[in-house]
């Protein structure tokens, strides 16, 4: 029976680490673990299910019964800092005994009656002492070995000896070798006591938590399997021009940048709201017209028409205005911009600089330094028999780029030579005839 007493005692940090574990998942509150251990023996405690947080008055309710039995002295280590963290971390609970930073910690839980809360809720430093001195009656005294050594004990009365002990925060020692400093202290109070024959209780706790864990609430409706990938904002919509009470056109970029000397940098036109007024669409062509508060126009006229080689219609955008100031440039985009007549067109980049799909219709060379670049545009002018929504894409982005190209030739290339090599080495011929050492030598005639 001590054999496994002595053994769960044993466990005990082992006990807190799936403790903490099950506690991290459920609760955020700020707490500290309170280690008791006593040369006479202690009530049991009820071990907590995972996740429960002590108050201060469950363990006042359990404290008031202990000193209610005589007079007591209550050797309280009071840690700058504690948590959780730090006795599984540095206590050596994964196996590695030997690296613990808590020796004579564990040997004193092991050789003592013992209790532990492992997650008592934080208030205030001094939350723990002034439960202490108000349930003992008894202000507390500070301490170190080496003046409790000199310190005389009366047993006749209660006693609070508070023995603070620093954490690794503002220390340039590392945590493992403060820790292991602050259990030698431990050790030698214990020691010390123990020597003057003095029963006692301990305690050893931190005045505030060393790790708090914040968690956002849980929320209370009903939580179901869901994409790691963050919720996109919403999709601002399209433009959609309706003729007749069915939408006809409908334009979507996520910027519409415009950029006229003159003026500074890029203007985007898709932060602002257009007015229809001017647009148009019949079965063979379409025009939309964009007029916004800015005082920029900006259209787009297209056409569809029959082509027999296809045997299918097709749709272009023939021309694309920016109007400013009564000054009007227009650029040609049916060159790279079309798509069946039943699907709509989309493109990345839409400009007239680099790579251009617009290509100016003018000579007047002050336009040529107007700037255009529409960024994830897609546009459909015809068929649009999905309501609200696009048809399928033509993508401009053609499936053979040029890196693909020189991929297939220098694959090719590097076949061939394959294929040569393997038919040079297929002709090597072995000689019919060879020396017989028996025989005449083989005499190879010579011609001069």
Request: aromatic fraction near 10%.
């Amino acid at each position: 029976m001590a054999e496994s007493r002595i053994h769960a005692r044993g466990r005990l940090f082992s006990f807190i680490l799936l403790f903490s574990v099950g506690l991290s998942s459920v609760n955020s509150t700020a707490q500290v673990p309170l280690l008791i251990w006593s040369t006479d023996s202690l009530p049991p405690l009820a071990s907590p299910s995972a996740g429960h947080i002590s108050s201060d008055q469950e363990l006042a309710a359990y404290l008031r019964p202990v000193f209610a039995s005589g007079r007591h002295t209550v050797l309280l280590f009071l840690q700058e800092k504690l948590s959780k963290d730090d006795l599984t971390r540095y206590g050596g609970v994964f196996g590695n005994k030997q690296d613990s930073a808590f020796k004579n910690l564990e040997a004193a839980l092991r050789s003592s009656s013992s209790v532990t809360f492992p997650a008592l809720e934080w208030r205030s430093p001094s939350a723990v002492t002034a439960l202490l001195e108000a349930e003992l009656g008894a202000s507390p005294v500070l301490a170190d070995p080496d003046t409790l050594s000199h310190l005389s004990i009366d047993t006749s009365v209660n006693n609070l000896l508070l023995i603070n002990l620093p954490y690794c925060s503002d220390s340039l020692k590392s945590c493992k070798e403060l820790l292991h400093d602050n259990d030698e202290v431990l050790g030698k109070v214990l020691s010390v006591v123990q020597t003057k024959g003095v029963p006692y209780i301990s305690i050893f706790t931190g005045q505030q938590p060393s790790r708090v864990i914040s968690e956002s609430a849980v929320p209370q409706e009903k939580v179901g399997r869901s994409l790691l990938q963050a919720v996109a904002a919403d999709v601002k919509p399209p433009i959609v021009f309706n003729s007749t009470g069915n939408p006809c056109i409908m334009l979507w970029a996520q910027n519409l940048n415009v950029s006229i000397p003159g003026t500074t940098g890029w203007t985007d036109l898709a932060a602002q709201t257009p007015n229809l007024t001017g647009s148009a669409c019949s079965p063979s062509s379409s025009q939309l017209v964009l007029r916004y508060p800015s005082g920029h126009v900006l259209s787009f006229s297209m056409s569809q028409r029959f082509y027999p080689v296809s045997a299918r219609n097709w749709f272009s955008l023939d021309t694309v205005e920016l109007q400013m100031g009564g000054v009007t440039a227009s650029y040609v985009g049916s060159r790279g911009i079309y798509a069946p007549a039943e699907y709509s067109f989309r493109c990345q980049s839409v400009n007239n600089f680099q790579d251009a799909l617009l290509v100016m219709n003018s000579t007047n060379q002050s336009l040529s330094q107007w700037r255009l670049n529409f960024i994830d545009f897609q546009i459909q002018g015809f068929s649009l028999n999905n309501g609200t929504n696009f048809s399928y894409a033509s993508d401009c982005a053609s499936f053979f780029t040029p890196a693909i190209w020189m991929g297939l030739l220098t694959a090719l290339l590097f076949l061939l030579i394959f294929l040569y090599g393997l038919h040079m080495i297929m002709q090597l011929n072995t000689m019919d005839r060879f020396d017989d050492p028996k025989g005449p030598s083989i005499s190879v005639p010579q011609s001069e």
